[in-house]
C-alpha cells in the first residue's frame, strides 16, 4: 500500500521553472516506479515522466522532453518533477502515481494515485 501526496504547485510565469514533490507513505515505496500525469481542465489525464525503483531510468512525454526532469530519493520517499521553460500549456492538475513496473505511460496501469496539486503558468 502507498499513499501520495502532492505539493509545490503555484502561479509561475511563461519561462519560469517550478519543482513539485509527491511524498509517499508506506514501506512499499522503494519497489514502485512512479509517474507524473497531468490533466488540463476539459482533458483526459496525460503521461507525463516516469522514474523507475531505483531511479536509474526515466522516461518523458515528448511535449516536455528536455524541459523537464523526473527524480527521486528513496531515503526520503519522495519523487520531484523539475518543470523549466514553462508555457501556459503547461497548466494543468499535476497527479504522481506508483506502478510496479517502469516504462508504463497508461493511468490504468498505476494502482496508487495523489490527489493532486495546481500548476497555472501565466503568458
Known amino acids: ?5 502532492e505539493s509545490g504547485g503555484e ?3 511563461a519561462g519560469g521553472s517550478l519543482r513539485i ?4 507513505s508506506g514501506r512499499s515505496f522503494s519497489s514502485h516506479a512512479m509517474g507524473w500525469f497531468r490533466q488540463a ?3 483526459e489525464r496525460e ?3 516516469a522514474i523507475s525503483w531505483g531511479g536509474a531510468r526515466t522516461s518523458y512525454a515528448d511535449s ?3 524541459r523537464f526532469t523526473i ?3 528513496n531515503a526520503k520517499n519522495t519523487v520531484y518533477l523539475q518543470m523549466n521553460s514553462l508555457k501556459p500549456e503547461d497548466t ?4 504522481c502515481a506508483a506502478t510496479l513496473s517502469f516504462g508504463r505511460t497508461s493511468t490504468t496501469q498505476y494502482d496508487y494515485w495523489g490527489q493532486g496539486t495546481q500548476v497555472t503558468v501565466s503568458s
Open 41 to 43: 481542465p476539459g482533458k
Open 64 to 66: 516536455v522532453k528536455g
Open 92 to 95: 494543468a492538475v499535476y497527479y
Open 11 to 13: 502561479l509561475v510565469q
Open 21 to 24: 514533490s509527491c511524498a509517499a
Open 47 to 49: 503521461f507525463v515522466a
Open 1 to 5: 500500500q502507498v499513499q501520495l501526496v
Open 71 to 73: 527524480s527521486r530519493d
